[in-house]
Structure formats: C-alpha cells, structure tokens
C-alpha cells in the first residue's frame, strides 16, 4: 500500500501481517530508474535516536541540527512535540540525498533503514493482537521483487536497525503509557518533552549548569558518563520524563528539597 495512503486503521485492516521470518524481495541501486525518488516530498518522523546520530556524524550541536534540518509542527489533539525532517524548499529532497545517494548513510533514520518495511505495535499488545510488519508498496518504486528474498529478520539485522530499536525501547515505553490518555502537556512540559527528548546538549546543559544536581541524588560514576556520553544521557533523560510527567520514582531527592516539598 502506498504511504500516503497509510493509516493505523488501514495497515490494521488491509496490510499483510509479516512475522519476523517471512521473506520479501527487494533492492536499491543507482541502476534503478527510482533512485533517490523516495528522498523527495516525504515526512520523515525523527525519533530521540536519530537526532542523536545524526547530530553527532554532522559535527553539530543538537540545538544547531533541530534549527537547521528539522520542524515540529504541532497539531490539536497531538499529544506531545515530534520533531520532522525538513525537506529542502526546492524540489523538496532530503537535506541529506546527494547524486551518490544519501550523503549519511550510516546514520539514516530508523525510518529510512526499515523501508520497505513498515511497523504496527499496538499500545496494549494481546496474543492475538501483536507487533507486525509489513510492506510499504510506493507507485515510483521499482525495487519490488527486483532482489533476492530476504526474511524481516535478517532485512532488519542487515540495515542495523536493531540498534536503533534498543536504543528507542525507553522512549516508545514513555510514548504508549496511558498517561497520554488521560493529560494534556502543559506549554512548559511540552518545552522540557522537547529538550530531554530531542535537544540532548540543551538537557545536558540543564543538567549541569542549573542546581539540578543539587535537588537530585546521582551517581558520581553516572554524572561523570553523563558529561560525554549521549546514549546514557538519552536513557537518563527518560528517567527524568517519567519522574516528571508520570511521577514514577526514578529519580531520587536529595532529604532537604524533600522535606520543602
């Protein structure tokens, strides 16, 4: 089924339900008459991950690569910010396709890494209702059937996407929570969503440059990691989130900003 035509209630209804060793054949190369066309006119949604990734292979603060290459439109009834990649204004390519074919290959999207696979995970998963995969078919793509058959499995292992699904595990879990059912973010709540989820140098900077640890017992061993190392720091930020929007006790404080409290 075309993407454009995709939604939760058609890929439910009409889109065959892959597991993770059935098998599909699919390519892509320079040789085909649709290379690059799917890095034009499409919306491609960045997860916490992929900004990370993405801003670390650009040199670039995470601040800097938000402004630069990516928008967060924000629609009534969306329940919290998700940052989009922003197509070029001529032509409407990706910022990142070259002649060559992606200019950040090895740190694309999770989204870009799965095509043609597409992912349903309902929120309350059931034995009869679970996970699945299944094919995104675009009009303009001739790489269908044109590549030896491959399971879902390996396709998966073969485009690392696997890393890309642990490192987003706590994120997804924050996203399917059924708080979401229930509140609406606050201006500054969807701002600190924002920071801790996508602005990784923003939040590191909340971090060590307000009284943040002052409030909060950390670890020495952690906040020394959390200097330099994004992955912690992106796990640490969804503990943050869950502590602040779920008040879940991940987060610990310190006894006197607790008896203030």
């Known amino acids: 089924m075309p993407a454009e035509l995709l939604t939760e209630e058609s890929i439910l209804r009409d889109c ?5 060793d059935d098998r599909f054949a699919f390519r892509c190369g320079k040789d085909l008459p649709c290379f690059n066309q799917c890095c034009r006119d499409v919306s491609i949604v960045l997860t916490p991950y992929d900004v990370l990734r993405l801003k670390k292979a650009l040199g670039l603060d995470s601040s800097e690569f938000l402004t630069r290459y990516a928008i967060a439109p924000f629609t009534r009834g969306q329940k919290f910010p998700v940052p989009i990649l922003r197509m070029n204004p001529e032509g409407l390519a990706c910022p990142f396709v070259t002649p060559e074919g992606c200019g950040v290959y090895a740190d694309r999207p999770w989204a870009c890494r799965m095509y043609p696979l597409g992912v349903a995970d309902p929120r309350n998963p059931t034995p009869k209702d679970t996970a699945f995969h299944f094919l995104i078919r675009e009009d303009f793509c001739a790489g269908h059937d044109a590549g030896p058959p491959v399971s879902v499995r390996d396709w998966t292992a073969g485009q ?6 642990m490192m987003g595990a706590s994120f997804k879990s924050l996203t399917l ?3 979401w059912d229930r509140a609406e973010l606050t201006p500054a709540q969807t701002d600190m969503f924002y920071m801790a989820c996508y602005d990784l140098d923003r939040f590191r900077r909340f971090v060590f440059e307000t009284r943040f640890l002052d409030r909060f017992i950390v670890d020495e061993a952690r906040v020394e990691a959390l200097r330099s190392d994004d992955d ?11 502590f602040c929007l779920f008040k ?3 987060m610990k404080i310190r ?7």
């Open 16 to 20: 065959p339900r892959m597991s993770r």
């Open 177 to 179: 929570d059924e708080f």
């Open 160 to 165: 690392g996407a696997e890393e890309y699904e």
């Open 255 to 261: 006894q006197p900003v607790e008896a203030r409290r």
């Open 232 to 242: 912690e720091l992106l796990e640490f930020a969804m503990q943050w989130l869950r």
């Open 248 to 250: 879940e006790k991940t």
